[in-house]
């Protein structure tokens, strides 16, 4: 059973923080290229962060550049968003996503929603004063 769970959101107040984890269960994320992604309500999905299997290569888009960190523990399988200085336009069900690669050492991230074959249930993020 290949699944990946959320955990970590919540209320948090316009310049808060919150970290939210994705475990995967299952399978090992050693050959997993990693995304967050979110979706705030009548909106579509949107990327926010991606990472390659390991510690090579990562991308954020740019409404969350310089606030948010992505990192991984593959040893715990898990990985991680650190979301700093929240602004209200953060608001969204945030959802984690797995990519198989040839090699966990690969350098490649993903900035589309359809590259993806594995997807957690989200995790509500409200941000709001």
């Known amino acids: 059973q290949l699944q990946l769970v959320e955990s970590g959101g919540g209320k948090v107040q316009p310049g808060g923080s919150l970290t939210l984890s994705c475990t995967a269960s299952?399978?090992?994320?050693?050959?997993?290229?990693m995304g967050w992604f979110r979706q705030a309500p009548g909106q579509e999905r949107e990327g926010v962060s991606y990472?390659?299997?390991?510690?090579?290569?990562?991308k954020y888009a740019d409404s969350v550049k310089g606030r948010f960190t992505i990192s991984r523990d593959n040893v715990k399988n898990m990985v991680y968003l650190q979301m700093n200085n929240l602004k209200l336009e953060d608001t969204g069900v945030y959802y984690c996503?797995?990519?198989?690669?040839?090699?966990?050492?690969?350098?490649?991230?993903?900035?589309?929603?359809?590259?993806?074959?594995?997807w957690g249930q989200g995790t509500q993020v409200t941000v709001s004063s």
């Open positions: 299952g399978f090992s994320l050693d050959y997993y290229a």
């Open positions: 990472t390659d299997t390991k510690v090579g290569n990562s």
């Open positions: 996503a797995a990519r198989k690669e040839d090699s966990y050492s690969g350098s490649y991230y993903y900035t589309e929603s359809s590259e993806y074959e594995y």
